[in-house]
């Protein structure tokens, strides 16, 4: 549409005339502001507005060799329902999301692809419900010791935070079904 068009170009400009003015003062937010109502701009951050991740928590398994296991809360504080799609653990070769569902007294436990959160209802990972497997951990994730844990949602964004490494003990309870 060419009057939106020509309306950008004239931010653009009236950018670049600031930058050229203020030696880049204040110029670089009007610039932003200028290419972000005109096109996607790809380098805005990619940190998931509004949301965060409370308490990440890795539990170690009980046997070296077994899956460890990740908790926390993932939450929002405005803005519309997210979906989280998927975990990185540095240090584990792969994490997977799953659902441990318990029916007449028996736990299992799928992978779930994709789980939602919205500003009223965060989204619990822990024992019994929700959790991150982390299958093949290095020796480098050890007791006392902090991982770079990024949550990838459905739009892109990403959260990324540390999760503290504890002792075993959580894994006790999903053992029977491994
Ligand atoms: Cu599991």
Redesign the pocket.
């Known amino acids: 549409m060419p009057p939106i068009r020509s309306a950008a170009l004239a931010m653009t400009a009236a950018a670049s005339l600031l930058a050229l003015a203020a030696c880049g003062d204040k110029a670089p937010e009007a610039a932003a502001s200028a290419s972000a109502s005109a096109a996607p701009n790809p380098l805005a951050p990619d940190n998931a507005p509004n949301v965060s991740v409370i308490e990440p928590v890795i539990k170690l398994p009980a046997v070296p060799g077994n899956?460890g296991?990740l908790y926390f809360t993932i939450q929002q504080t405005a803005g519309k329902a997210n979906t989280l799609v998927a975990v990185h653990v540095d240090g584990a070769q792969r994490a997977e999301m799953?659902q441990?569902k318990t029916e007449n007294g028996v736990s299992s436990?799928e992978p779930v692809a994709s789980v939602p959160f919205s500003e009223a209802e965060p989204a619990e990972f822990k024992a019994g419900g929700y959790?991150v497997?982390l299958f093949n951990l290095a020796s480098t994730v050890k007791p006392g010791k902090e991982v770079e844990v990024t949550f990838t949602l459905a739009n892109g964004d990403k959260v990324s935070t540390f999760a503290k490494v504890e002792e075993v003990g959580a894994m006790e309870g999903?053992m029977d079904h491994m």
Do not use: G, I, L, R
């Open positions: 899956p296991v799953h441990t436990m959790h497997m999903m």
